[in-house]
């Protein structure tokens, strides 16, 4: 059964494991002190334009979030995400085990605003109540939308003014890279926020994420945080060798590029045969809804997840792409789409 | 400049990245819920011989030692280890992030003995002091020293009548399984303990320590704690498919054999030319005291760690072998040794 | 300027006080193990008719709730509660400082119900979340309303047929005690829930709280928490005092009488004159909305805090009696407010 | 039967029952926002000498030391003690339990030394330890001895020099304040510490501890840390009320006198009759070595704790004594103390 479950059912893309296995009776320093991350941290910097940033490759993304807010908020201080943030439902309260508190706001779109920070501040006011620092987005967002960089650059202003830190999860940073129009670069990052992580995992590493810290202040002792919190991997090379092999080339866009290429095909094909869509995604991640018949024949040849029913005979669905997503296989779900539709007229 | 700086220096064993490229592009489900993981932990419970124990594959050694301590204690709970213990020193203050005391105490070669213990539960009496609940050591230890099945026997006969957890830190445990004389075995391990772990990152692995648990009282919520610690990987696979190859035609025995090999192949060379040993160790890990000249000029040819001084005149310096160990580097080793002894006198 | 601002604005109920001073010169044992708290102790296992629970008196309720809460629960665990619920609001993330999240659900009425913890339970599936297993409840609530013995009931079964504990949090508990149709009784606590606190503070001690724990898998190491937070009183025996003094003439329901009696006078003069309250509430907390201006007359002589907005032209504001609360001072706020009301007119 | 057990077995000295009683029935802000809070805190700026020290009265002394110690430090910073340190024996783990690591060093008279500091910070030098960042003495130390002011100075320069903080433990302050040969005054504090608190527990309070913070530099977020652990008391002017008593008169030199002036005249009687001391105290804690029959001949007639054994015949006992000890009951014990002895010979 073909899985369009999530971006991280198979192994790496080729190109990464070719640099593996080329180097690896190489010696190299352990703890991310070798030559590969050197390199691969060199490469970030040109590609985010920003000489300055402070570069730590980790394993994984909850990791990574939790070594970057504890790290960066003191004890009393917390982190406003909207109720879909990933920090907030499915990291299994990993931020609240550093002991800081997720304040959330409800967002239709997965997306924040100025507005929904302000009305956290309001409600904030002395040292009854924790401390409102950091405000937490995704990009793209946990139900596949991304933000442009007007956005961005509005809700950074409005951080600053207010002194807030803002912190980007870019687990999916590769796919709104890559959405058709848009308007916030890599190059843009370090202008628009105070930290950003840079997802490997979900496009084409084995594991990887490259946290990012722009703001000085942060900077800190934050490689104590890392191995505090077990994320210092020993044989660190092998996220150095992997973010060379994703930056060198553009392999990185590239990844982000095929995804999103497939899931287009497959939103064009399932808006086509007149389906809606939860969530207006142009990335990776598309969430269509279909009448439960539909969705019940669609899981016996596929798999996916359910994300929420809508109404009593519909749900919709989860479908996400990656760098090795087949085309055959988007035309053949669309192909055995088009026939349960046909069966259901 | 050759490393004998550590037993992660390399990348993994050829027959682990061999398997890592044939399975690549197969789908799995993630998170440690798919066929290899099943299949490794299979083979696991096989060679230790215990259907009932509860495995799971995390990343690294640090992120082991937190999650499976502070999902085992309460938060008053307190650790014993020995003053040499990685717990204790080399993890950033690890167990104390997630709350709770690393109560230490001397000992001459790294090992811990009951009177150590109850040297402990005497000092230990109310509320007003943490409770010890769990006692932690390391086979082989930090010093390269390993235990009988006698010793952890009556370690954990005496744990028992205290009512205390006996868990090993087995980053190592390969070395400790392929020294000549030993008599803990695999299977012994669940008999002799509460929880261990199997180290691979320091056995061929590129990553990946598999903790067993054996007492049926801590193996509830494990899950959680791993993935709320941030140690739930992703693409799981990657430490299923790594124990699976370690563990199917003994490589995991072959790779610990090699280490111990190359380890006692220096050990009589610099035996031979008359120095003396800080600790009286037959796995991978050596501690050879030279004169200060001496280290100085193999630090112009090797990569080591400086262990501790020795008097004014002279160092114990750390030798590490592993799956990788070249015996020309050893014997190159030994050669440019002899030379510097020849030129001393 | 008279304040109704809150139920600790004075000292402690003279015959409280008069206890502390007679018994001053005494000597006794320290920690809570004295004679005066084990009396205390005594008559508060008769008064909830319960000889089996464990009692433990405590400074304040935030450390009481953070004690209590982060004993009973392991790391990965969760409290829910509603969104106005003290632990969530009030607490500065005490909770969230031990390590656990709290999940809020909305409520109208500041109440808990078996709907809104079953759409908890619904969204929390798998080891990616947080595991919710407790409920807090807040008995009066944060908004003046109080629970009859058939809701608590209907709570409590529905913890236990789902695996969760019910927590009290009683910081009024005696103004609840005393509400007019009160069917929850002080001996109907145990059978209601896992584990509850009578609050001392908000009804005439100078401080304290008395954690009672029902559930006997609740109970173990309960002191060994209290002092690791820091909640371990040296002269603990002014707890016990308090507590004896609070129950062993029913001081504790006649205080709560009194505070109910003033607030009554209160809420029946101010509807009187025609204004409405946000909340239904029968307690010592009354939440009555008023034009702005009038808000503004009456803080020229009073002292209380504004809850909320209320549309663009009015506001919610808290009024709260004690044992200390003067019916003179009531009559005053209510002749003055009449005089307002007729300027308004 | 007479207690030397510690100096927190009576309540509180009658001058400060007195003004807690005459203020009791005044309505005043919460949260030591009130009067009496700000009268205490500008007379114990006086006192110290030093206007801009921020000063917060807690509860007990360890809810203030791990309030300090965890709104000072970050994550991955530790705090070094001697072995017997409060905070490392007798906090059941409270320093632990906020994330952070306390670093033992031997002493043989309690105190610190710069020797003794530099010793771990030449044994922490890379992010795979914790980071020393704060030194904590306790004045008098927790064997009755005390610091001079060349001491604190030696080691607060010392502190200076290598980025370290130095806190300061003063729940015997006063009577390191009162001995004899004193030279570190209540003024001289905030010179040679980042910050301390003023004990008041153990000094005649019923409760109460003043945290002093003089490194401005520490002083942010302090009452959110206060609230969020608990120890921010509702009636806060109690402690308001008792330190006024404690400073506006003296009386906090005056009993710590009394209370020395106490244990001088035990420790010569004592002395007298020929029995040693464990430790060369001259403040209100005494640790006479007794053989076993006179400690089990006295420990009928005193209520005292046994510190611990020496060799196999005799024990060191710990006897304190406090604004409330009775001149004729140390009388008492040293008459019987004699009777003991020549019953001996």
């Known amino acids: 059964m073909y899985s369009f479950n999530?971006?991280?059912?198979?192994?790496?893309?080729?190109?990464?494991?070719?640099?593996?296995?080329?180097?690896?009776?190489?010696?190299?320093?352990?703890?991310?002190?070798?030559?590969?991350?050197?390199?691969?941290?060199?490469?970030?910097?040109?590609?985010?334009?920003?000489?300055?940033?402070?570069?730590?490759?980790?394993?994984?993304?909850?990791?990574?979030?939790?070594?970057?807010?504890?790290?960066?908020?003191?004890?009393?201080?917390?982190?406003?995400g909207v109720e879909?943030?990933?920090?907030?439902?499915?990291e299994t309260g990993a931020i609240e085990a550093t002991g800081h508190k997720v304040i959330t706001v409800p967002s239709v779109d997965g997306k924040m605003t100025t507005e929904l920070i302000a009305s956290v501040l309001e409600r904030h006011k002395d040292e009854h109540m924790v401390k409102p620092k950091m405000v937490?987005?995704?990009?793209?967002?946990?139900?596949?939308?991304?933000?442009?960089?007007?956005?961005?650059?509005?809700?950074?202003?409005?951080?600053?003014?207010?002194?807030?830190?803002?912190?980007?999860?870019?687990?999916?940073?590769?796919?709104?890279?890559?959405?058709?129009?848009?308007?916030?670069?890599?190059c843009?990052?370090?202008?628009?926020?105070?930290?950003f992580y840079i997802g490997g995992t979900k496009n084409g590493a084995l594991f990887g994420e490259a946290l990012v810290i722009v703001n000085d202040s942060l900077k800190e002792g934050i490689r104590y945080s890392i191995k505090q919190k077990g994320g210092l991997l020993a044989k660190g090379r092998l996220l150095g060798i992997q973010f060379e092999a994703l930056f060198k080339d553009d392999l990185y866009m590239k990844i982000g590029e095929w995804s999103n290429k497939m899931a287009r095909r497959m939103k064009v094909g399932i808006s086509t045969l007149g389906y809606p869509f939860l969530y207006d995604s142009y990335s990776n991640q598309l969430f269509p809804i279909f009448p439960?018949?539909?969705?019940e024949q669609l899981s016996k040849e596929f798999l996916f997840?359910?994300?929420?029913?809508?109404?009593?005979?519909?749900?919709c669905i989860r479908l996400v792409t990656s760098w090795?997503?087949?085309?055959?296989?988007?035309?053949?779900?669309l192909f055995y789409l088009?026939?349960?539709?046909?069966?259901?007229v």
């Open 6 to 80: 999530n971006d991280y059912s198979e192994g790496g893309h080729p190109l990464i494991l070719k640099e593996l296995f080329s180097t690896n009776e190489d010696q190299s320093a352990g703890y991310g002190l070798d030559e590969h991350t050197e390199k691969a941290v060199k490469l970030i910097k040109q590609k985010i334009d920003c000489e300055t940033a402070d570069v730590h490759i980790l394993v994984g993304g909850t990791q990574t979030n939790l070594i970057a807010i504890s790290s960066f908020l003191r004890p009393y201080e917390a982190v406003i």
């Open 84 to 90: 879909t943030a990933h920090i907030a439902v499915h």
């Open 136 to 186: 937490y987005i995704s990009n793209t967002t946990e139900v596949g939308t991304h933000y442009t960089k007007r956005e961005i650059k509005k809700l950074y202003e409005f951080c600053q003014e207010n002194n807030l830190y803002l912190y980007i999860d870019g687990a999916r940073m590769a796919s709104a890279l890559a959405t058709e129009e848009n308007t916030m670069f890599l």
């Open 188 to 195: 843009d990052y370090p202008e628009c926020c105070d930290a």
């Open 292 to 295: 439960n018949e539909v969705v």
């Open 305 to 315: 997840s359910i994300e929420t029913k809508v109404g009593d005979d519909h749900s």
């Open 324 to 333: 090795a997503t087949k085309e055959e296989e988007v035309d053949h779900f």
């Open 338 to 344: 088009s026939e349960q539709t046909n069966k259901e």
